[in-house]
């Protein structure tokens, strides 16, 4: 496609040229106005003439490359906003938990993973809190995941963490 339009412009380029150089050496009067007429002629064969004789099929395939080519793009740009709103979730999941658990007295970290219920919504799906806490605290903490985040106790880990 590319050297098509190089051809295309080299041709303009050349002609142009070409009748530059006619009309300096043309004689002034009708001569000259008969050259420039003939040059202006060539010229639009020279600008038309490509785009006339170009192959259908070059164009059309040129095209379903840039579609191709776009859709995949577009799969690829859907897979990294899928991964980046997986982070934000997990993330503010975990901030949450995180902030929760500073209120109960418990110092820790939590990791979140997400999945997409039924509906297709995502949600918090498992949860893995590594701290140092009491039995209370953590009875607490299970609850807070279940009743806040949806996220059952089949599905909560604890790594206690000795001092």
Known sequence: MMELVRQWLLGVACTA??????DSLAPKGSVKRVCRLAGGLALLVAAVGPVLRVDGALFSNAIE???ATGQSY?????EKNAL???????DAAAA????????F???????????????GVPS???VTARGRWTEEQRVQLSRLMEEDLGV???RQYYEEIEP
């Open 74 to 78: 577009e799969k690829i740009l859907e």
């Open 96 to 103: 949450y938990i995180l902030d929760k658990a500073k209120e």
């Open 17 to 22: 040229m070409v009748l530059a150089l006619a």
């Open 124 to 126: 918090p799906w498992e």
């Open 105 to 119: 007295g418990i110092s820790c970290q939590a990791e979140v993973t997400f999945s997409y219920d039924e509906d």
């Open 152 to 154: 059952p106790i089949q």
């Open 65 to 67: 490359e840039y579609r």
């Open 84 to 90: 980046f709103y997986q982070t934000i979730i997990e």
